[in-house]
């Protein structure tokens, strides 16, 4: 018997809109739907990468990340590559997002590594100063 069958109830798919037209982003979690940022845009993280623990910062998934916040170190007006994982095509205004396509590509999988149905990694060049840090590991916020 399928999960679906058990729970007595099918999850409605990701952009699905509601009756009252809104895309229903229900799939992002009530938890993470909107992230925060900290105050500590991308030019300014060189000033806190201590902060990230070195478990982070070794991991090999974040090298894109750490050479783009080297690179627009001090440089607001600094263009950085953002990715986000999502079934959707745009990137929006207090997104979770990353800087590395790697660190996005994990989450268009399950737990158990199983790709996500319809989820892929898409791309963005923003400006560095509306990417900020949200305070966990190397995930940011775009700021929009």
């Known amino acids: 018997m399928k999960l679906r069958q058990k729970m007595g109830k099918s999850r409605t798919s990701p952009l699905q809109k509601t009756n009252s037209g809104v ?8 938890q993470y ?7 500590v845009t991308v030019d300014k993280m060189n000033s806190i990468l201590d902060k990230v623990p070195d478990s ?34 745009t990137i929006n205004q207090n997104d979770w997002v990353f800087l590395s396509k790697a ?18 990694v898409i791309e963005m060049t923003v400006k560095a100063k509306n990417v900020d840090w949200t305070g966990k590991n190397l995930e940011f916020v775009y700021l929009g």
């Open 23 to 30: 895309i229903d982003l229900s799939y992002q979690g009530k």
């Open 33 to 39: 739907n909107k992230a925060v940022g900290r105050g």
């Open 56 to 89: 982070v910062k070794n991991n090999k998934n974040v090298t894109e990340t750490l050479n783009q916040i080297n690179k627009v170190k001090n440089n607001p007006n600094a263009d950085v590559k953002i990715y986000r994982a999502t079934p959707g095509d």
């Open 103 to 120: 660190q996005a590509d994990k989450w268009t999988k399950t737990p158990f590594g199983t790709p996500k149905p319809n989820f892929k």
